[in-house]
């Protein structure tokens, strides 16, 4: 007899269960997404003991008759498919026939149905993947399965669960990804009978994010809307005052479906970029409608991971919706209540913006002086050492930023990181954009609060005023940010050019590495580096793109081979959006600099002017807003 052989059925079930139902959370995913395929409106979760004792959903959809009652707990059955050619256009978020099997293989299910207008429905008992039971049911439109004791029969998979905490918490966020990518659809959530979660299902999605996140991050949610002539792209985006440590606050939704995808989060942080600081991460609520032979999602059979086509025209979609979307925002904190109406004083009415071209500004030739300063072949203070990535934003005083956050190489939140979403109510508080995009002021719309001058603090704050409160300003972040948009508008304007080496500098690499830079030689062409096989293991650098910095060409050039051969494709403009930040961070005012009257006005007057006046370009707020009706609760003016 020969050693191989047919496994049991039930044995086939447990091994396949061990890929779509890793923990109670994959079961709510599982049956959530069914009866949101069976159409239902509205869809109730309730678990014990996180997930470990009892998972029901319920929902209100089509139902089964007895025979799809007794058909769904068969392997590869399914409604969903019926052709091969189906795989490549689906429509519905499940498909494979599965998840019922799956989990009725390591749990104690009980399904019941029934079709609209059917005089009775149909109860299913399974155990252990073992059919027990099928009897009639009350008449009610719709499914409820009720999940107990999940693995009770693989002790090894029960062992390695985490506490109920834990297990809650992702369940939690699954329900909660589920309601931002169906507003249109009532979710209610409890969890030991204590109600986690109620969404109105009024297809609005601001009030399914209200609902999730608390009314007052809600508040903070700015709409976005791009579309082409493949991708639609509809959403929210928090500002930036509402950032989070981490990245799973943020959710991309594919024809309704929640995707995990490094190259669309990286997307979406590149939207934000210069708005951010270091290891700070948006809100962001993204959904993404396309024809479905674009994407396909039958990678893994949890079906987060996905992959598309026509992948650099979407990215470049979503980085520049995210972009415009904050560019029409002011990015000062607003007041928490509406400043009561103020009447300014005579002498400060007198002062505004047109009036101050009489006065010397600081930035009056700051175009003229940020070209002559990259020009430039000695001014070792503007110099920056290269960055480690070409994604990241640039951190403090334009050091390498310490963790790598790679280009197109970020890894998608995982269920580990994500957050438990329920009630969070608020919290404390391409390529990269084309460089023109980043430093055009003329095309800005924002409107920038126009303020008066009351004078300086400790020689690092500018104090100013309006009819709305107290504001106040960084001057070292004002004039970097002021310094960065010149600097960019000086690269925008200016053709890339190739700077040719007299001496060519040489690299030497290991073997495997060398043989892997020969296969990116193009893309190193792109970036505009000429390099050239110079022996069994050597490359030689003949040219160099013009904007490497003085000096330092030999170590820009090697850190950029190293990007090549790290990352699959490396962003000039982010490289450049990095060197613009550090030589603007050097050359802005210092911190206890005491400055004139006038020189504060300029630099007033030239922070209005940028496109994106609320952050330096490392992300930190240059303007703070102190709202009249605080000051007034301060001094106990109103109570």
């Not at 009350?138 to 109920?164: I, W």
């Not at 493949?230 to 440590?245: C, H, I, M, Q, Y």
Request: hydrophobic share 40%; charged share 25%.
């Amino acid at each position: 007899m020969g050693k191989i052989q047919r496994l049991d059925d039930r044995l086939i079930d447990k091994i396949a269960a061990g890929e779509v139902v890793e923990r109670p959370a994959s079961v709510v995913k599982e049956l959530v997404e069914n009866a949101l395929d069976a159409g239902a409106r509205r869809i109730e979760v309730f678990v014990e003991e996180g997930g470990l004792s009892r998972i029901t959903v319920r929902d209100d959809g089509e139902g089964m008759d007895r025979d799809d009652c007794r058909l769904a707990f068969e392997r590869h059955a399914t409604s969903k498919l019926a052709r091969e050619r189906d795989l490549f256009r689906i429509r519905t978020l499940g498909f494979r026939g599965e998840a019922l099997p799956s989990i009725a293989a390591v749990s104690r299910v009980v399904l019941t149905s029934a079709p609209r207008g059917a005089a009775a429905g149909t109860r299913v008992t399974v155990e252990g993947g073992r059919l027990l039971t099928v009897e009639d049911a009350p008449a009610r439109t719709g499914t409820e399965v009720t999940v107990r004791d999940l693995f009770y029969n693989t002790p090894a998979r029960l062992k390695h669960l985490k506490s109920v905490h834990t297990e809650l918490g992702h369940i939690t966020d699954c329900v909660t990804r589920f309601a931002l990518a169906r507003p249109d659809i009532a979710f209610a959530y409890a969890h030991n009978k204590s109600r986690l979660l109620a969404t109105p299902g009024d297809g609005a999605l601001k009030h399914a994010a209200a609902a999730v996140y608390g009314h007052q991050t809600a508040k903070h949610l700015v709409p976005v809307r791009a579309e082409s002539l493949d991708f639609r792209l509809t959403g929210l985006v928090g500002r930036p005052e509402v950032s989070r440590a981490s990245r799973g606050y943020i959710s991309v939704f594919v024809n309704g479906r929640y995707v995990k995808n490094a190259s669309l989060l990286r997307a979406v942080l590149d939207g934000y970029r210069t708005l951010l600081p270091v290891h700070r991460y948006p809100i962001a609520i993204l959904h993404l409608e396309m024809d479905p032979e674009l994407v396909d999602v039958n990678v893994h059979p949890a079906k987060l991971e996905v992959r598309f086509g026509k992948e650099d025209a979407l990215l470049a979609l979503i980085r520049d919706a995210v972009g415009d979307a904050l560019a029409g925002e002011v990015l000062i904190p607003a007041p928490t209540k509406p400043a009561r109406p103020a009447h300014p004083r005579a002498e400060q009415v007198a002062m505004r913006w047109g009036a101050l071209d009489a006065a010397r500004r600081i930035g009056a030739d700051v175009a003229r002086e940020a070209a002559a300063l990259f020009a430039s072949s000695g001014s070792p203070s503007a110099d920056a050492d290269p960055p480690s990535t070409d994604g990241a934003r640039p951190n403090d005083e334009g050091a390498p930023p310490e963790a790598p956050d790679a280009a197109q190489h970020t890894e998608a939140p995982s269920q580990a990181d994500a957050p438990a979403h329920a009630h969070d109510a608020g919290t404390q508080p391409d390529p990269a954009p084309d460089a023109a995009a980043e430093a055009n002021p003329a095309g800005s719309t924002r409107p920038f609060p126009e303020l008066h001058l009351i004078g300086q603090l400790h020689g690092t704050y500018i104090l100013a005023q309006n009819p709305d409160g107290l504001f106040l300003i960084d001057q070292h972040a004002a004039q970097e940010r002021v310094w960065f948009e010149a600097i960019l508008r000086a690269y925008a304007e200016e053709p890339l050019r190739v700077q040719p080496l007299l001496v060519p500098h040489t690299v030497e690499l290991p073997p495997a590495e060398a043989e892997a830079l020969r296969q990116r030689l193009d893309e190193l062409r792109r970036l505009r580096l000429d390099v050239e096989p110079f022996g069994p293991h050597a490359f030689a650098v003949r040219a160099h793109p013009h904007w490497f910095p003085h000096g330092e060409e030999a170590a820009w050039a090697e850190h950029l081979i190293r990007l090549v051969l790290t990352h699959p494709h490396v962003d000039e403009a982010a490289l450049r959006q990095h060197l613009a930040a550090s030589r603007a961070c050097k050359a802005a005012i210092k911190a206890n600099r005491y400055l004139t009257r006038e020189e504060m006005e300029a630099l007033l007057a030239d922070l209005a002017q940028c496109r994106m006046p609320y952050t330096c370009p490392h992300g930190r707020p240059v303007i703070v807003h102190v709202t009249t009706y605080e000051l007034e609760k301060w001094f106990k003016r109103v109570m």
